[in-house]
């Protein structure tokens, strides 16, 4: 799978939801709210592309659920922590080396 | 915030996920939605509000299929994953879309015909919507944070509410308002403004100092009124011009800021030019200038009311505080009326204040409810068609997969599942549906444009803006939706009932629907709604005609009417009555005039006034009024309006006078205060005067085509200080040929001099027919859509139900009938639902037609033409749509259809 994804390139929600969950463990909607912080509200995974994205996540094997951190806080209910997996962790690398590619390719030709 | 009902809205959304994923994400999600749609409330306020539910519901309709498609795919592999890559769901979705189009391409008729009742409907839809929108839901334009403006009215209770209020009580309140940022009070005046060589009339409003700060309007060029000095405005002669004002009678100049201009007969000078999209708190009525409240007695030609407490024509907006809550400022209203009633018994005993929110006060609080009860019911009629529309398409889809069955089970052999072959026919609706989308926005934004156009024969241009606003996109894009799915759904889940083995071999168990008596139960309430509204249609039409025969006692035909009010423009009394006796002379004097005459009123407008008489010797009963109507005429108005003196004599040059007691009065004032007795001769007192009859003329009508006939006063010119005075002018030659003429003369004798509301007297009658077009409008338009609606529903009926006879028709021609008997057979077979549809609607329009007798022109509503023409109109369009699918029935092979069977 995570070959499929080398060669592919991961969908851009993918690689976000991977990316917040590179160093610490998250639920939905901190998820959520963490890519829109980091994109500038660029990008907003609404509820159903957000729970359908950790679902398919989860299938391929890219993260797993996982407890809650000790000292979280609940918002709404017990929502389900989501953990990266080690293929996850590779596959979020090689989407970061083919997209570092891309804009040393950019910088090169003096794109400022 | 916790929005429930948004909550409880998402959470029906939510059905579109499967049921396990809901049940495992389905609270979390929850929590991201409310999480999303607070983020953006707080962001871009309602708008955003809007524009996240719009986003939210696209996410959850691809998702959700989504979902459901994996999980099917899921289900029907079992555990074995297919690769990567294949997507059978898009793949066979593709294939399913490709074939529909290719079907409705190959039956052009249905499509149009599906197409177009579906689009009638939404459009329709879309139009009402799109003006309940503009007039009630939309924000204020032009202004900032519309929702924490509120209207203060007063109210004196016994429904007696939403009134305006003083000058002394708004700066009251204006110096003393704790829970508001800022209160401003305003009313609209009558102007007369010089822009150069000529002056014209126009709509401005007076304002308080703080009216642009309060409401937060944007200036396109130079500021508002400054709000540091008094509550009421500078002391100099400072205006804010509109920007439409702006371009189109100032030319858009750049320097505009610091020009004058001539308002009431005084140099105004311009500080700034406000944001078009800004036009005042009553949008509908847009004024193009705005001018300080401190010059109220100068523009308003009244006297200094800022000590009046009795005197109320100032309409007031608050801004609340931030954070405040409505209900804390109301309290301190009420606080505030009971100081006020304390300090001033005499003035505010019993008066309240009430706080209405902006957004929810429509276009005048006052009309709100009408305006809301009269939206509901457009609304719900608009629904009520569209839903007629869509199960009758229902009919005809319905109809269209009988024919289609044998191809369907060829599919259903070739090894499609039942699921898929669902999934073509939603296909198919949901292409249709969207075609539909399309054609009725379309409807929609011509249909909307038209309304724009409305013009009411008022003195000023009403601005609907009625626009296709996104909320209402939205709107028909669910109501697209829903049609496509109410359409769509019966015909598909019928479809799964089929019969492989015995369809294919044209068994006649393969039928799909059995007792369709529903169908029946359709034709038969569309043919009396039918019946229903052709009746009254054709009784509205014939008011129409009723109306413009009505005899008004007066002429229309060569009578040209200008008004003009030399009072705004500065002249004494004096002066004003000279100028109106040299401007009579000169214009008779003009090539085909024949007379001209004036007078205060114009009958059928919208404006007249009541006067309280006594007669003497009379005692009227004590719930009798003694208020009568009149008007204020000069000697030439009766010979122009061609009214007959019948008894006594007209009017003279010598009764134009300030002392004089001669009067006029109609037949009805007769015969109500001395029956069978001569009126010329006798008296009745007004106004502390004794009146003296000098002449009868016969009764008219004097304020609308329906009255019954009613007493009327004619007092001299110049006896009773009029203002404004309209001439009617009756010529042989074209009266619009005579504007020109009259133009030059008003400005030889008076130059700038505004003449307003110049028309013919037939343009003028326009307003007093307008109900009557209106009525005959309404209700012909919406018995054209049933009888359209009529034809789709009663064709798909009776072609599914014909479909299913075809054996049955095989056997009776096989056996000796001919094509045209068995033809007329199927038909009258199939048309006893409609018969019994037509008794219903004849009956029902019976008792309508006397029910609606108080709206019409005319006695008799029972026309026997009228009746008969519906009753045979939609007979016809009844058995035609019937007649069509039954004789393709009839002419069918018998052996062919005998070998199937």
């Known amino acids: 799978m995570v070959k499929e994804f080398k060669r592919n390139g991961l969908k851009p929600r993918f690689f976000h939801i991977l990316l917040s969950l590179a160093d610490q463990d998250l639920h939905g909607l901190r998820i959520m709210e963490e890519v829109s912080q980091r994109t500038d509200g660029e990008i907003h995974l609404w509820p159903g592309v957000l729970y359908g994205s950790l679902k398919h996540l989860v299938e391929e094997g890219l993260i797993r659920e996982t407890d809650p951190p000790s000292d979280s806080e609940s918002g709404g209910g017990q929502p389900r922590y989501y953990r990266i997996t080690s293929s996850g962790r590779a596959a979020l690398a090689a989407e970061a080396a083919r997209l570092s590619k891309y804009v040393a390719a950019a910088l090169a030709k003096n794109l400022g | ?901």
């Not at chain 2, 105004?268 to 009553?282: D, Q, T």
């Open chain 2, 1 to 901: 915030m916790d929005f429930p009902v948004s909550r409880r809205f998402y959470r029906m959304v939510l059905l579109l996920f499967p049921t396990p994923f809901r049940k495992i994400y389905g609270g979390e999600m929850e929590v991201a939605f409310l999480a999303s749609i607070r983020r953006a409330g707080q962001k871009s306020g309602r708008r955003g509000f809007l524009g996240v539910w719009f986003f939210i519901l696209a996410d959850s309709v691809w998702q959700g299929l989504r979902q459901r498609a994996s999980m099917l795919r899921r289900r029907r592999q079992g555990s074995n994953r297919k690769p990567r890559g294949q997507r059978p769901f898009f793949r066979s979705m593709r294939e399913d879309g490709r074939s529909a189009a290719r079907h409705l391409a190959r039956n052009p008729g249905f499509t149009f015909a599906v197409v177009g009742t579906l689009a009638l409907g939404i459009g329709l839809n879309t139009v009402v919507f799109g003006g309940v929108y503009s007039l009630l839901l939309r924000p204020l334009p032009g202004v900032t944070e519309p929702e924490e403006l509120s209207l203060i009215c007063r109210s004196r209770g016994m429904g007696a509410e939403f009134l305006p209020s003083s000058l002394p009580l708004f700066q009251d309140l204006a110096s003393t308002a704790d829970p508001f940022s800022g209160v401003s009070g305003w009313t609209y005046s009558e102007l007369s403004v010089g822009t150069g060589d000529r002056a014209e009339r126009v709509l401005g409003q007076i304002v308080s100092s703080r009216f642009f700060e309060v409401l937060g309007v944007p200036m396109v060029l130079g500021r508002g009124f400054s709000s540091q000095g008094p509550e009421l405005g500078p002391q100099e002669q400072l205006v804010v011009v509109s920007e439409g004002f702006w371009r189109n009678q100032l030319g858009g100049d750049p320097r505009v800021i610091g020009r004058t201009l001539d308002i009431n007969g005084s140099k105004w000078e311009i500080i700034g030019v406000a944001a078009g999209e800004f036009r005042g708190l009553m949008p509908i009525l847009a004024p193009a200038l705005w001018a300080p409240l401190s010059h109220h007695p100068k523009l308003m030609r009244s006297d200094d009311l800022s000590q009046y407490r009795e005197n109320h024509f100032l309409d007031l907006v608050a801004r609340l505080k931030p954070g405040l809550e409505p209900g804390a400022a109301q309290e301190w209203l009420r606080e505030f009326a009971a100081r006020l009633a304390e300090e001033y018994p005499e003035a505010h005993k019993g008066i309240g204040l009430s706080l209405i929110p902006q957004k929810r006060a429509g276009l005048h609080p006052a009309v709100r409810d009408t305006q809301v009860g009269l939206s509901g019911v457009l609304i719900v009629v608009v629904a009520l068609l569209l839903l007629m529309a869509s199960v009758n398409v229902s009919g005809l889809f319905l109809a269209k997969a009988q024919s289609r069955r044998k191809e369907l089970a060829l599919r259903r052999g070739l090894g499609a599942s039942p699921a898929r072959l669902r999934n073509l026919l939603l296909m198919e609706s949901a292409f249709l549906a969207l075609a539909a989308g399309g054609v009725g926005v379309l409807i929609a934004r011509y249909g909307l444009a038209g309304l724009n156009r409305i013009r009411l024969p008022i003195q000023w241009t009403l601005n609907w803006s009625f626009s296709l606003d996104w909320p209402t996109l939205v709107f028909t894009s669910c109501l697209t939706l829903l049609a496509g799915l109410v359409f769509g759904l019966a015909p598909s889940v019928r479809i799964q009932r089929l019969d492989l083995m015995t369809t294919l071999k044209g068994g006649a168990s393969s039928r799909l629907g059995k007792g369709f008596w529903k169908g029946r139960l359709l034709v038969f309430v569309q043919v009396a709604l039918s019946t229903v509204l052709l009746v009254l249609s054709g009784l509205f039409a014939k008011n129409l005609k009723s109306a413009l025969e009505i005899d008004t006692g007066f002429r229309s035909d060569g009578l040209f009417l200008a008004t003009l009010d030399p009072g705004l423009q500065g002249f004494s009394p004096s002066e004003t009555e000279e100028l109106f006796v040299s401007l009579s002379q000169r214009i008779e004097n003009l090539p085909g005039v024949r007379s001209v005459g004036m007078a205060r009123y114009v009958p059928l407008g919208i404006d007249g006034a009541q006067r309280l008489v006594e007669v003497p010797g009379y005692l009227p009963s004590p719930e009798e009024s003694m208020n009568v109507r009149y008007n204020i005429v000069n000697s030439g108005y009766f010979s122009s309006m061609g009214i007959p003196v019948t008894s006594g004599r007209g009017f003279q040059a010598a009764d134009e006078d300030p002392g004089s007691v001669a009067a006029i009065v109609n037949q009805c004032f007769v015969e109500r205060f001395w029956p069978n007795e001569s009126a010329v001769g006798k008296t009745f007192s007004e106004g502390g005067r004794e009146w003296n009859i000098v002449g009868v003329v016969p009764d008219g009508k004097y304020v609308s085509l329906g009255e019954t006939i009613r007493p009327f006063i004619y007092f001299p010119w110049g006896s009773i200080p009029s203002g404004a005075m309209t001439l009617h002018v009756f010529s042989n030659s074209d009266p619009t040929s005579l504007i020109a003429l009259v133009r030059n003369e008003t400005e030889a004798l008076a130059p700038g001099m505004p003449l307003y509301d110049l028309k013919t007297m037939e343009e003028h009658l326009a307003f007093s027919l307008l109900p009557a077009r209106l009525g005959a409008v309404t209700v012909g338009l919406f018995g054209l859509v049933c009888v359209l609606l009529l034809c789709v529903g009663v064709h798909g009926v009776v072609g599914f139900s014909v479909a299913q006879r075809i054996p049955e028709v095989g056997v009776r021609i096989a056996l000796g009938a001919g094509v045209v008997r068995a033809t007329t057979q199927i038909v009258f077979s199939e048309s006893k639902a409609a018969g019994g549809g037509l008794l219903l609607g004849f009956a029902v329009a019976l008792g309508l037609s006397q029910l609606v007798k108080s709206l019409l022109y005319f006695r008799n509503t029972l026309d026997p033409v009228v009746f008969a023409g519906s009753v045979f109109l939609v007979a016809a369009v009844a058995n035609l749509s019937a007649f069509f699918p039954a004789r393709l029935a009839a002419r069918s092979d018998p052996s062919e259809v005998l070998r199937r069977e």
